[in-house]
């Protein structure tokens, strides 16, 4: 077996609840993942994000700030929040945009919910208790509690 390197950026602002795993390729700052969750490969959790306890965050899937996920929520693979409703680069002075120059939407994640594979967020949406999104779904809007949810946009399919 190989001793290579951890390739692994857990900065020192970040809380980890107990019993947490972090697997390899990671990069989490100023954030917050609960007892007992699992953060999968090639993951990144931004600061001011919360993840509750008892989730799961599959491989390759961004957190972006202002993402709060509560407890025992299944994030699939690949899965994507957008915080800004309108990303720019540069400022209309052609300068780099700053935090200043943008507003950061709350994306919440309500417990037990179960988010698929290749889905993406959009700012500001709320996915409700016990709800199911179908992979590859585009959230445009609120998700009710315990609806499944699929398609680009994302529409209701039933209730559990």
């Not at 954030?31 to 090639?42: A, I, R």
């Not at 509690?145 to 680009?152: D, K, S, Y």
């Amino acid at each position: 077996m190989s001793d290579a390197p951890v390739l692994r950026k857990i900065a020192p602002d970040v809380k980890l609840g107990e019993g947490t795993k972090v697997y390899d390729f990671t990069n989490l700052y100023g954030c917050e993942v609960g007892d007992g969750s699992k953060v999968g490969t090639f993951v990144e959790i931004q600061k001011g994000a919360k993840i509750g306890k008892n989730c799961k965050i599959s491989s390759h899937s961004f957190i972006c700030e202002g993402v709060t996920i509560e407890d025992n929520v299944f994030i699939g693979h690949n899965v994507t929040f957008i915080n800004d409703m309108f990303p720019r680069a540069t400022t209309a002075d052609g300068g780099l945009q700053t935090e200043a120059d943008w507003q950061c939407l709350p994306t919440v994640v309500k417990k037990g919910a179960s988010i698929g594979s290749s889905v993406t967020l959009l700012a500001g949406v709320t996915v409700g208790e016990n709800a199911i999104v179908g992979a590859g779904s585009m959230v445009t809007k609120d998700v009710p509690p315990n609806a499944i949810v699929a398609g680009n946009p994302a529409k209701v399919l039933r209730y559990l």
